[in-house]
Structures are given as structure tokens and as C-alpha cells.
């Protein structure tokens, strides 16, 4: 209830008080989502507080990022039918999910041929 709550004030926050426009919005939740990435794999902070910062954070970001989709042109939107905008949406989310797949892939193999040399040794 807290991260939903929080994250959809923030997304509200972003577009009605300060007056950013739908996709200005999406970039400063999208910024600090990698922001709490690069802590995650650059720092020594505690793992489960970023998790829950960066989820927190999906709200906002999803929730601007949609409008910015939908919206009309004169309220800063592209005016994507719901198809289009969901269309669009699975089609980054695929994209990311074979990036992270190939990347995890490449890792495989590089623990393979360590393993496969530490046994030589």
C-alpha cells in the first residue's frame, strides 16, 4: 500500500505541481530507477532498501510513461490508441528481457570456461 501510494503521488506530483510534461516525467523516474542500478551494482548498499526504492519507483514511471503514450497531443501525449500504447509498451518490455536473457547467457559461458580451466589447474 506505501510504495503504491507514494509512487502514484510522486507520478501526480511530477505532472501537476511541477508541471513537467508527460516524458520529462518518465525520464525523472526513469533516471532514478538507473540511478538505484548503478548503487545496486557500484556501492555496497543494502540490496533489499534499493529494491524497494526502484519499486517504488515503477509507478511513476509506468504511470507517466502511459500517458505520455495515450494523452492527447495538446497535454504533451502522443494520442496512442490503448492497443498502440500497449503494443509499444510489450514490445520494450521484450526487447529488455532478451537483452537481460543474452546477457545472462554470456555470463553462463564465461563461469563454463572458468570452471573448465580451474579444473586443469
Given at each position: 500500500m506505501f510504495s503504491n501510494s507514494l509512487g502514484t503521488a510522486?507520478?501526480?506530483?511530477?505532472?501537476?505541481n511541477l508541471g513537467l510534461s508527460y516524458l520529462?516525467?518518465?525520464?525523472?523516474?526513469?533516471?532514478?530507477i538507473i540511478l538505484v542500478v548503478l548503487l545496486h551494482?557500484?556501492?555496497?548498499?543494502?540490496?533489499?532498501l534499493l529494491f524497494w526504492i526502484a519499486?517504488?519507483?515503477?509507478?511513476?514511471?509506468?504511470?507517466?510513461?502511459?500517458?505520455?503514450?495515450?494523452?492527447?497531443?495538446?497535454?504533451?501525449?502522443?494520442?496512442?490508441?490503448t492497443l498502440y500504447a500497449s503494443s509499444c509498451s510489450l514490445v520494450l518490455m521484450t526487447i529488455m528481457i532478451a537483452i537481460a536473457h543474452k546477457r545472462r547467457l554470456r555470463q553462463a559461458d564465461l563461469l563454463s570456461i572458468l570452471d573448465y580451466y580451474h579444473l586443469k589447474c
Open positions: 510522486f507520478g501526480d506530483f511530477l505532472s501537476d520529462h516525467g518518465a525520464m525523472v523516474t526513469g533516471s532514478i551494482y557500484f556501492t555496497k548498499l543494502n540490496q533489499i519499486f517504488i519507483f515503477t509507478r511513476p514511471f509506468g504511470a507517466t510513461f502511459g500517458d505520455f503514450l495515450t494523452k492527447p497531443f495538446t497535454k504533451g501525449g502522443l494520442e496512442l490508441s
